[in-house]
């Protein structure tokens, strides 16, 4: 099992910055791919960014302004955002998959963490 645990989330004005970090235990994810996902107010869930092998995937509308990277050695996983906007605004979850590869769906990660409110007001 692995539990995860998200933390840095917050009240922001539009255009600042936040760093979230998910920091995990109970195994090395190392060999995992962690991701992002986060879900907005009367919103469904949505990929935000995933690290694994292959590589780093993020979601259109996080291109270019957002940041995944993990440090292993830390059993660490982080999401740097910049230039937030109040479309950003939701609940940012990690999630690790077990399984190699890059995927943007929700349900092929096996563990989830409760999450971390970001709130970018305009």
């Known amino acids: 099992q692995v539990q995860l645990a998200e933390s840095g989330g917050g009240l922001v004005q539009a255009g600042g910055s936040l760093r979230l970090s998910c920091a995990a235990s109970?195994?090395?994810?190392?060999?995992?791919?962690m991701a992002w996902f986060r879900q907005g107010p009367g919103k469904e869930r949505e990929f935000v960014a995933a690290?694994?092998?292959?590589?780093?995937i993020y979601a259109e509308s996080v291109k270019g302004r957002f940041t995944i990277s993990r440090d292993n050695a830390k059993n660490t996983v982080y999401l740097q955002m910049n230039s937030l906007k109040p479309e950003d605004t939701a609940h940012y979850y990690c999630?690790?998959?077990?399984?190699?590869?890059?995927?943007?769906?929700?349900?092929?990660?096996?563990?989830w963490g409760r999450g971390t409110q970001v709130i970018a007001s305009s």
């Open positions: 109970g195994r090395t994810i190392s060999t995992y791919t």
């Open positions: 999630a690790a998959r077990i399984a190699s590869g890059l995927t943007q769906d929700a349900g092929r990660y096996n563990y």
């Open positions: 690290n694994g092998y292959g590589g780093i």
